[in-house]
Nanobody, 119 residues
Framework: QVQFVESGGGLVQPGGSLRLSCGTSLSMFSIYTMGWYRQAPGKQRELVAYISSARFTIYDDSVKGRFTISRDNAKNLVYLQMDSLKPEDTAVYYC?????????????WGQGTQVTVSS
């Protein structure tokens, strides 16, 4: 079973920044499109950014221009740099693979990392 471990969340004021990290046990990590998802209270989990094996990146409109996804294939790590944070970014953030229909590739999820944006 694939394991994901997310870290880097916390409490930050509006306009602040955080950098999330995700480590995974996934073998042949480099061939997978990887994504960051988030789930706010009372809402469904949504995909906010993903990066292909060729490092092509796509962002949801809600985070475009503020978030940057990257990956380190040598270390099996995916990052999410979050700048200009807004209260509506408050959520638990998860990473997972992304399939061709932009759904989570794997059934297993990590514990996520909580991001709270509040003054």
């Amino acid at each position: 079973q694939v394991q994901f471990v997310e870290s880097g969340g916390g409490l930050v004021q509006p306009g602040g920044s955080l950098r999330l990290s995700c480590g995974t046990s996934l073998s042949m990590f480099s061939i997978y499109t990887m994504g960051w998802y988030r789930q706010a209270p009372g809402k469904q989990r949504e995909l906010v950014a993903y990066i292909s094996s060729a490092r092509f990146t796509i962002y949801d409109d809600s985070v475009k221009g503020r978030f940057t996804i990257s990956r380190d294939n040598a270390k099996n790590l995916v990052y999410l740099q979050m700048d200009s944070l807004k209260p509506e970014d408050t959520a638990v953030y998860y990473c997972n693979g992304v399939d061709s229909q932009l759904r989570a590739y794997f059934d297993s999820w990590g514990q996520g990392t909580q991001v709270t944006v509040s003054s």
